[in-house]
């Protein structure tokens, strides 16, 4: 029986794809900078590479292929839940040679395994529709993306560059500020990705009332006129402890923010700039996000919400994997994939317009919405509890759509991260919704 979808292709491509990116961020700084913890909010980069390999050893060799372990005390090490990333720099870690070439060992012999697969999806579940090769590919990106955030954290001279920026966006000004999404029911979730999460799964009916949502991000310009109206000085707009939060670390702006006389600028990766108004706002909390939606007399939209203005379409009534349809996406739909290091102008990308006329939904930063990251009515976990059923909860708010660091394997219309609510390290931002006035 043939390869459906070509996804053991796919596969391998994913798999390779995700480990020139892996080498791309532990080879542009020096061993030092490897082994270093450059926030206590973040692992050693050479803890990140070492887990990579570990995961995909332990879900591939072991779990698919029944191998042997190779490195069996090795395993504590890199339980992300037995230590807590402020503690990782302590343990006994395989040095930057060490990790290297346990992670190419692995990866060899992961190939094999690969091409022996059975084309037909025997195996069991892990192996159907190439499932466990994909989470191991999309979880090296999400890696990735972890190890991008610790290169925007650490000090010293830019060690990555964007061969070219981003494209611009001509028609923004012609764009309306809001666009009308009708209420109604539509199906949430999905059952037949091959490589959708148990957070994404099952596909399940979800009714929506009539809401307005804004047409792009928020951008840093529109950000500045709340913080030049007081924003952070008022806590008519801040949830409790979002305002906790304000006092008591003195926040008066995003993170990487710094105002010299009446010039704001950020620092992007090594490099100091002056803050670019018409990008989408970057390095927010979800407190800051929804102090925002406040003051500017909206809020944010919920997950459901997010989801319908994403996927459906309207003529059809269908679900589609993505904004523009169901074909995967290229350079001209979505900032992603780490392609130029910092997000899109708001209202580029006109290709990877919803159908109601919504940008950058994929791509360019994170967006915030309203929502707990709670499981969908008939979740399962699988392969592994700890995966999301141990997050689920208030103590976790739901980010949609994937930033300029995610890969395509790791986003799709469905694709569910989730943070706490004070996270701004992370690529996040936002866009508000309000409801629409009844008929």
Not at 153 to 167: D, I, Q, V
Not at 281 to 295: G, Q, T
Request: proline share 10%; glycine share 8%.
């Amino acid at each position: 029986m043939p390869d459906p979808g070509g996804l053991r292709e796919r596969a391998a491509s994913a798999l390779i794809g995700a480990r020139e990116r892996t080498r791309l961020l532990t080879g542009c700084v020096d061993e030092r900078e490897l082994t270093a913890q450059h926030s206590p909010l973040m692992s050693p980069l050479v803890w990140d590479l070492g887990h990579i390999g570990n995961q995909e050893e332990q879900w591939l060799l072991r779990a698919v292929a029944g191998q042997e372990p190779l490195r069996p005390a090795i395993d504590s090490v890199y339980d992300a839940f037995e230590h807590p990333r402020a503690e990782r720099p302590s343990l006994p870690l395989l040095t930057p040679k060490e990790a290297r070439a346990y992670v190419a060992d692995v990866r060899s012999r992961v190939l094999d395994v690969l091409d022996a697969a059975p084309a037909d999806g025997g195996g069991g579940p892990l192996m159907e529709s190439s499932f466990a090769f994909g989470m191991i590919a999309q979880h090296e990106q999400q890696h990735d993306e972890t190890m991008l955030i610790t290169h925007q954290l650490r000090r010293g001279p830019a060690a990555l560059t964007a061969p070219e920026p981003p494209p611009a966006a001509p028609d923004t000004a012609l764009l309306p500020a809001e666009v009308l999404v009708e209420g109604g029911p539509f199906t949430m979730g999905t059952s037949t990705e091959p490589w959708a999460l148990d957070n994404e799964r099952p596909a399940h009916p979800c009714f929506v009332p009539s809401f307005f949502i804004d047409t792009l991000p928020v951008s840093n310009g529109a950000y500045l006129r709340f913080i030049q109206d007081g924003g952070y000085e008022d806590p008519r707009w801040w949830h409790p402890e979002g305002w906790e939060q304000v006092r008591r670390h003195s926040l008066a702006a995003p993170l990487f923010w710094r105002r010299e006389g009446s010039t704001w600028t950020r620092r992007r990766f090594g490099v100091e700039e002056p803050v670019p108004e018409a990008e989408p706002v970057l390095h927010v909390s979800w407190y800051e996000a929804e102090a925002y939606a406040a003051w500017a007399g909206r809020r944010l939209p919920t997950e459901a919400e997010w989801e319908k203005a994403a996927r459906h379409d309207p003529v059809s009534g269908r679900s589609l994997r993505y904004p523009w349809g169901d074909e995967d996406p290229t350079p001209e739909h979505a900032n992603l994939g780490q392609r130029h290091l910092r997000p899109a102008p708001v209202g580029a990308y006109a290709r990877g317009a919803s159908r109601r006329g919504v940008r950058q939904l994929i791509g360019d930063v994170w967006e915030w919405t309203a929502s707990d990251f709670l499981p969908y009515p008939g979740f399962r976990a699988f392969p592994y509890r700890e995966y999301s059923e141990v997050f689920f909860g208030p103590g976790h708010k739901v980010l949609r759509g994937g930033s300029f660091a995610v890969d395509p394997v790791a986003c799709r219309g469905t694709f569910r991260n989730w943070d706490l609510p004070v996270r701004r390290q992370i690529f996040s931002g936002f866009r508000t919704a309000r409801d629409a006035e009844p008929a």
